[in-house]
């Protein structure tokens, strides 16, 4: 079992930077793969990113603005986002892939774990 609590959402104008982060349990972390999805409402929930080891994936929408990281040390997670756009508004999940199916898996389903979600706001 793999407990994710998610912390760091709110409301930003455009154009400004958050930090969120997920804390994760877990004796085996460093291999889990980490992703971080989003769903606005009415939407679908939509992949963001994701890292397994150093390697990292963006989704088009946020690339090269967002930026994925994690602390074995700490089993934690981030998602730096910059340059937020109100398109950018929805809850964000972080979820934990356990089975390495997949080195970098981009769909919900091949995810195991998921956290509760943190609000992301961003006013225009």
């Known amino acids: 079992q793999v407990h994710l609590e998610e912390s760091g959402g709110g409301l930003v104008q455009a154009g400004g930077s958050l930090r969120l982060s997920c804390a994760a349990s877990g004796r085996t972390f460093r291999n889990y793969a980490m992703g971080w999805f989003r769903q606005a409402p009415g939407k679908e929930r939509e992949f963001v990113a994701a890292i397994r080891w150093s390697a990292v994936s963006y989704a088009d929408s946020v690339k090269g603005r967002f930026t994925i990281s994690r602390d074995n040390a700490k089993n934690t997670v981030y998602l730096q986002m910059n340059s937020l756009k109100p398109e950018d508004t929805a809850v964000y999940y972080c979820?934990?892939?356990?089975?390495?199916?997949?080195?970098?898996?981009?769909?919900?389903?091949?995810?195991?774990?998921w956290g509760q979600g943190t609000q992301v706001t961003v006013s225009s």
């Open positions: 979820a934990a892939d356990l089975t390495a199916t997949e080195v970098l898996p981009r769909t919900f389903r091949a995810y195991d774990y």
